[in-house]
């Protein structure tokens, strides 16, 4: 009895402040994102469209390496598979190129079942070596596909890029709007999963194998979820940018430093394990790119620099620390238990 008053003195609670303040924000950046393509030029449009798609990507690697523990250099798999499969819909199936985005997605989520298969024999450097090794398998192997443009890869035709839009300024349009719901998709489907009871399972997971294992976590499954959850998103994504792109090749499809190291930067940068921490640190990235563009190798050394730098001082990430020493919490999935005098 006494044990039943003191635990209805209590009460769970996830949102904060903060996150409340953060969801009215959210919600008019959104309605400026909406409001670009009527005022913004064409650079801008692209800018936001690379922004969107590198964010998203982002947030799927921090999902898999942040939560589930899986740290893979092999996410140029996904992307390259998701582009060409964009590339067999439109041109070998009359897919309408924006339905084949996502149609590629969940071909990507199917291919990446095989894969989990494989790789999920390795732990640790091994998983993360044979991701890469994987990705690098599937680029030989379309660099072989002679339908396909085999190594010097092919443009989608004239005819399929006018099923966009009937003008240039339409489909930069539609392509915006699509890469725009994909990145808002993405952080929405990671925070449902995160305050879902998957949620827990993959917290327990990344703070110990063993402990959440004894608990009852089915670990394989959870994992495999993620895996194929986060390269069917990666698929979309790399869809949506060789439909922009309208040109496709094996290096550019299944290049590490740009869709796998760029991303990982980006994630340890903004801070692992946080659904803010990618979001910060695409716009940090952007941000570099956009000053030190202009200096060739100099940019990529710059980069090296500040994400050791970071890794040093601030392990966390600058989203990490400016949320441990300020609690801050912008999309909390965490559970705190508050009296509920405290509440009223």
Do not use: C
Request: hydrophobic fraction near 55%.
């Amino acid at each position: 009895m006494n044990t039943q008053m003191k635990t209805e003195q209590f009460s769970v609670v996830r949102n904060t402040t903060t996150s409340r303040g953060a969801a009215v924000v959210t919600a008019m950046i959104l309605i400026a994102l909406i409001s670009v393509p009527f005022w913004a030029g064409r650079a801008d449009l692209r800018m936001i469209i690379e922004f969107a798609y590198y964010l998203s990507l982002a947030q799927m690697w921090n999902l898999l390496a942040g939560y589930a523990g899986l740290v893979s250099i092999g996410q140029q798999a996904f992307v390259g598979l998701g582009g060409y499969m964009l590339f067999v819909l439109a041109i070998y199936f009359n897919v309408p190129p924006i339905m084949a985005v996502f149609l590629s997605g969940l071909i990507v989520a199917l291919f990446a079942i095989p894969t989990a298969l494989t790789v999920f024999r390795l732990r640790g450097a091994y998983f993360a070596i044979g991701t890469w090794v994987v990705a690098e398998v599937y680029r030989l192997g379309f660099a072989q596909v002679t339908t396909l443009g085999g190594g010097s890869g092919q443009s989608l035709p004239a005819s399929i890029v006018r099923e966009i839009g009937s003008g240039r300024s339409e489909r930069e349009m539609i392509i915006y709007f699509t890469a725009l719901f994909i990145a808002v998709a993405s952080i929405g489907l990671v925070y449902w999963l995160l305050r879902s009871k998957h949620g827990l399972s993959l917290t327990a997971i990344r703070d110990s194998e063993a402990a959440s294992d004894s608990l009852g976590v089915d670990i394989f499954k959870t994992k495999l979820a993620v895996y194929v959850i986060s390269a069917g998103i990666t698929g979309v994504v790399g869809a949506l940018i060789f439909l922009q792109k309208l040109r496709i090749s094996p290096d550019a499809a299944f290049n590490l430093q740009d869709w796998t190291a760029a991303v990982i930067f980006i994630v340890v940068i903004g801070g692992i394990g946080t659904i803010e921490g990618p979001i910060i640190g695409t716009l940090i990235y952007f941000i570099l790119r956009g000053v030190l563009a202009d200096y060739g190798s100099v940019y990529m050394i710059v980069l090296g620099v500040v994400a050791v730098v970071m890794m040093l001082k601030a392990p966390q990430g600058v989203w990490g620390f400016l949320s441990k020493k300020y609690d801050l919490h912008l999309f909390p999935v965490h559970r705190r238990l508050k009296a509920k005098d405290e509440l009223e």
